[in-house]
């Protein structure tokens, strides 16, 4: 079984540049996640998606990320534009959601905004 | 507000010996404590998980100890071995019922294991 694909594994931007990051989940899997881990810390959850509505973005700071699940397959997420604070990994997880403690991630994208 | 707390930061221990991890929660409402294991480059994965219905959950070497009325649980990793040596992170799971049921993370402990 394939897991989680993100692209790209590393980026490099200037602050207020734009950026985005793509996700392909594990088949068959209709919850899927992002979250943001900034150094030295556990992932934080930014949005998610059950098939292609979301279902929360409560701590999707709105006026720069956006994100999408065109299809209920693949995600991408966006920022623009970007601060030097959203240098981090950003990681794609999907999940069944009857056993959505169970999530399997991706390898992430790492960002450094200069 | 950080709804899990997880000590210690980091860890060091000898090849074959006990490590330990604690973790400590605030809302009662969570519904499942998984333990995910981060290698540096990879994304989390999952390493063993239980319900707080349940005072211990045992999967080869790795040990969940629960303790629902003080809201804490540990990960006891047995004959610990380099292999071991990662990022571990405590979890806490709620369902929501059609809302947002995403994973709450503790801050990671740094385990080393020494050979």
């Known amino acids: 079984e394939a897991g989680v694909a993100q692209s790209p594994r590393y980026k490099i931007i200037e602050k207020r540049q734009s950026v985005a990051f793509w996700c392909n989940p594990i088949s068959g899997h209709a919850t899927l996640y992002w979250y943001q881990q900034i150094l030295g810390q556990g992932p934080k959850l930014l949005i998610q998606f059950q098939n292609n509505g979301v279902v929360d973005d409560s701590q999707l700071p709105k006026d720069r990320f956006s994100a999408e699940r065109l299809k209920g397959v693949d995600s991408t997420l966006k920022i623009q534009p970007a601060k030097l604070e959203d240098s981090a990994v950003y990681l794609c997880a999907s999940s069944f959601r009857r056993t959505g403690w169970e999530q399997y991630f991706g390898p992430g994208t790492r960002l450094t905004v200069t | 507000q950080q709804q899990v707390k997880q000590s210690p930061q980091s860890l060091i221990v000898q090849k074959g010996g006990i490590s330990i991890i604690n973790c400590a929660y605030e809302n009662t409402a969570f519904d499942y404590f998984p333990w995910y294991q981060q290698f540096p480059g990879k994304g989390p994965a999952l390493l063993i998980a239980?319900?707080?219905?349940?005072s211990e959950k045992k999967e080869g070497r790795f040990t969940i100890s629960f303790n629902k009325s003080a809201k804490q649980f540990s990960l006891h990793i047995m004959d610990s071995q380099p292999g071991d040596s990662a990022t571990y992170f405590c979890a806490a799971f709620m369902y929501s019922g059609g809302g947002a049921d995403g994973l709450t993370f503790g801050k990671g402990t740094h385990l080393i294991i020494q050979p």
């Open positions: 239980i319900r707080p219905d349940v």
